[in-house]
């Protein structure tokens, strides 16, 4: 059957719609690439003349280079620390019944709704109060704090979708609880484990409001020594360090999604 | 079947001839009883199926004996010992589960040789033993698959050899062929069977179904509300139910109203009609004599015939239905039923015999029929 006009209009408006939400969503970061290839040192846009020069002097700047390392440094604490803690308790909460369990489960998310400013201005406090040097303890132990809940969701679902069964067939085979975690349960959360801790890292990463009130110059991590760059210099150093941030991130969920899967690093994937 | 089963089930089971005994054992969640004092002795070498609705215990009976759950009260012994706080991985069981349940990050050789790594036998051994069950359970040569490859019914001979490798001491079966399609399901029963008595594996098997537990069992033990409402060979379970449950649960039954006529040493005689029927008397050993009582008949020892004063009872008949061997014919017959009579006959004469709508009398076997108050 012809489809009429009017349902051709239909369809065409439909698909305009789809293409500008998209868009939509890409535009900020389409507008800070392409500002980052100005030759002009404003951002300005769109740029009269190319060039490439602002991610060498983004690569060369002191502070990125400390804020770059400090920030690996937090992220990768942060995030394992968080992952340990985190599995033990979605362990605890999916395997036992216990007295204070909803309790104990709000108390663990409860980061979620608690904005980062109270949770960042809480340590410093804390730390001023017993003499604790703003070091990197205090901002590693923001951090975790921060990015608990997620890990500990994610390894939750992975434990949810986890049939049991095998772990009981592993132990009819002779199986010591012990060994049935290393050899079963383990290699099957695996999946679920990386992806709370991959998402746990890139949040510690981004993270700033926090780490805007919990570092010193000395612990400061990438965000913070961008916003502190942005405060004196308007040049497209930081679109060019914008870039390189994304063209990373994008690097590691592509290498992630292609040993484990979207769906896994995602945890939307119900079941396997 | 032969008189050799029959006279094997009503032998006492010596104790050194038991490898599984429950005794006594109970089992409370919440304030649900699953388990209500039950006690079974299961043969070395014995298929014992643990038939039943869901719901009515078979399930943690199972799960009792690998371990999976402790009982609230009594014991459980396998092999004389006592296994109550014995864990699970410290059983030597075999199990083989409902989903097979195949360690989906191993291929088929590593899912095998797990029990045997387990227990540290080295890596030869382990292939040759593995090798040696794989052609056991015909699949031979699938070591390097992984269980995503495997058909329904191989991933199923995989979880068996998988159980069996380790020589255990009892099999525990929970509804291994619930997800098979119906011919894979009869052939791999037989196959199953085949392997159990030759390698004269104790065999415990859970099934909700009542044919497979008739087909495959030495012996079989009805159940509900966690108790054993009957425990015998398949024949003694299907010819003489001991009570209205087990008669309906198990096979087809047609239900007639009769009257206890008399008793005669261990046998009873029941009035249907102008007919008398030859019963087992214990069913009714509390019953007066003329009290109303309700004969249950198995559809093939009804049989259709002109209608006539001597017929036990008689009726219309409403439908046939054609099953290729056999013939299911369905008979309204007003007062001495309350449902509709099914007689099962061989052969298709029945439906032009008999059309759809004609009047039919009808005469009960003697001597294959049990009544109950």
Redesign the interface.
Known sequence: MPRSAYQRLLGFVGKLAVVLILGFLVLPAAVVTIAAFNDKAILSFPPQAWSMRWFAKALAYRDFRDGFHNGLIVTAWSSTVALMVGAMFAFALNRYRFRFKRIIEGVLLSPLIIPHFTVGLGFLILAAQIGWTRGFAVVIACHIILVLPFVLRSVYVSLRNLDQGYERAAASLGASPLRVMVTITLPLLLPGLVSGWLFAAMLSFNEFTASLFVTAQRTQTLPVAMYNYVREFADPSMAALSVMYIAGTAALIIVANAYLGLGKVLNIEQGR | MNKVADRDAERPAADNDVAVRFDAVSKRFGETTALDAVTIAIRQGEFMTLLGPSGCGKTTLLNLA???LSPDGGEILIAGERMNDV?????????M?Q?Y?????MNVAGNVA??LK??GVAKQERDRRVEAVLALVRLAGFQDRTPRQLSGGQQQRVALA??LV?NPTVL?LDEPFSALDKNLRASMQVELREIQRKLNVTTIFVTHDQSEALSLSDRLAVMSEGRIRQLGTPQEIYRRPCDRFVASFIGDANVLRGRLEGVEGDSAVVAVGVARVKVPRRPLAEAAISAPVDLFVRPEHLAMSEATEACATSGTIAAHVYQGGYVDTYIECGDSSRDRLLVRSGGHETMTRWPTGSRVGISIASGEAVAFV
């Open positions: 690998a371990g999976f864990p699970t991985y410290r059983r030597e069981i075999g199990m589960f989903n349940a195949l360690f989906p990050h797990y029990g387990v227990r998988r159980a380790i525990l």
